[in-house]
């Protein structure tokens, strides 16, 4: 038997009398400087200055639990020293301070990390303090911690911060987001806001793209260029990726792009688009119906088939196109364009109709409408063409059936 019932710990004996023992090394501290570090090996090294020293120790972790796939972890990869110039030489900066631990047999631990540390060798945290309080880059966020609040940050700017009031923020430089569990509020802000959910994705903002079909990160598309963008489409079970080209659904306003070529999208027109509403079918495969509003006020709408089915309206300021498909024999009908070939209502032919036919019908004939039943002519009645050229007068008019742009008609 070795006299314990657990496996000794590095750098643990089981003797005594040996003269580093509670002398040397012994719960003796010192603090140290990072040199260098290793994220592969997970290994640094140390200058202490009490004794003068150099030491290898493990990177400290803040938690760790190997459990599979249940492990969980908290860590910090620290970042040394480096070499900065200064008045054009060469200097190096130090690293984090930190204390360092010594077991019975001489090596060293890792003991925690120093707030820095002033010349007289106590904890630098008023220094710290009077740095936010001045405005020193980097320690904006060095916030005055009440009892039980917590705050983590990296190097870039990357901030957490949990208050006892039960606030929780969660910031990378100016983007945040805010969960107030006081108000049962939340708050965000960011240059744009991009939500996915499985092939699905909103868009809110500042245009971001990958620029190029490798790029791993997005990056700005056009300067100014904002929109509010939403897409429903189904995802390939084996990719996540959208299913179909065509989406079942999609919603855009404001500067809207082509998503393969990056440029402004234009309208039917040859203007930009401002506004766009597309559906598809039942397995997202065609575009079934389609909304657009370009930047002049312009209005194209398509519903059914793209081809050769279905109904197109467009209408620009002043004109009025629709056309259709063999449902009406192939026709197709114009309101009120100048180029109108097949009008649907020109109210002057209308007019000019209904008065030839008073004249050549009722007028022409006012003498001898009828035959009696002696035989004898009827003459029409005065009053009733008097009342036919009434309703003509009346009804038939720019109020009605002209159109106000009666100069467009084509006769």
Same mark, same amino acid.
């Given at each position: ?24 090394? #012994? %719960? ?32 400290? +972790? ?15 990869? @620290? ?18 301070? +930190? ?54 940050? %990296?190097? !870039?700017?990357?901030?957490?911060? !949990? ?99 990056? +440029? ?79 009008? #649907? ?24 409408? !009828?035959?009696?039943?002696? !035989?004898? @002519? ?5 009053? +009733? ?17 002209? %159109? ?8």
């Amino acid at each position: 038997m070795d006299g314990i019932s657990r496996d000794l710990n590095p750098g643990e004996r089981l003797g005594h009398g040996d003269l580093r023992d509670g002398v040397q090394y #012994l %719960s003796r501290p010192g603090r140290g400087q990072i040199d260098t570090v290793n994220p592969i090996n997970g290994k640094i090294v140390v200058n202490t200055n009490d004794p003068f020293d150099v030491r290898e120790v493990t990177v400290p +972790v803040l938690w760790f639990s190997a459990r599979g796939t249940k492990s969980a972890w908290g860590r910090y990869m @620290p970042m040394g020293s480096e070499k900065t110039t200064v008045n054009g030489k060469e200097v190096i900066k130090g690293g984090e301070l +930190v204390h360092l631990l010594y077991r019975n047999d001489g090596t060293a631990v890792f003991g925690g990390y120093d707030a820095t540390a002033t010349p007289d060798g106590e904890p630098g945290w008023t220094d710290l303090e009077a740095a936010r309080k001045n405005k020193v880059p980097g320690f904006a966020n060095f916030k005055q911690l009440k009892r039980g609040e917590f705050d983590f940050k %990296s190097s !870039g700017n990357a901030y957490i911060f !949990g208050s006892n009031a039960g606030t929780l923020l969660l910031a990378g430089g100016q983007s945040f987001i805010k969960l107030d569990g006081q108000s049962y509020r939340s708050e965000a802000k960011s240059s744009e806001f991009h939500q996915t959910s499985d092939a699905c994705e909103t868009r809110f903002g500042t245009i971001f793209r990958k620029l190029k079909p490798t790029d791993f990160a997005e990056g700005v598309v056009q300067s100014g260029g904002k929109e509010f963008l939403v897409n429903l489409n189904d995802a390939n079970p084996a990719t996540g990726a959208p299913l179909t080209g065509q989406p079942k659904a999609k919603l855009h306003f404001g500067d809207i792009i082509n998503n393969t070529t990056l +440029v402004a999208e234009n309208g039917e027109f040859g203007s930009k688009l401002r506004g766009l509403i597309s559906l598809g079918d039942s397995v997202s495969a065609t575009e079934i119906f389609r909304f657009e509003v370009d930047q002049l006020g312009n209005v194209a709408w398509t519903q059914g088939n793209t081809g050769t089915s279905g109904f197109k309206m467009r209408a620009q300021k002043f004109d009025m196109e629709a056309t259709t498909d063999a449902r009406f024999n192939g026709k197709k009908i114009i309101i009120g364009k100048t180029s109108a070939d097949e009008p #649907l209502v020109c109210g002057n032919l209308l007019k000019d109709t209904f008065s030839k036919f008073i004249d050549q019908v009722f007028t022409a004939n006012a003498s001898s409408w !009828g035959i009696g039943n002696l !035989g004898n @002519p009827v003459p029409l009645s005065p009053a +009733v063409t008097a009342s036919i050229k009434a309703w003509l007068a009346a009804f038939v008019s720019n109020d009605y059936f002209n %159109s106000t742009k009666a100069v467009t008609e084509k006769a």
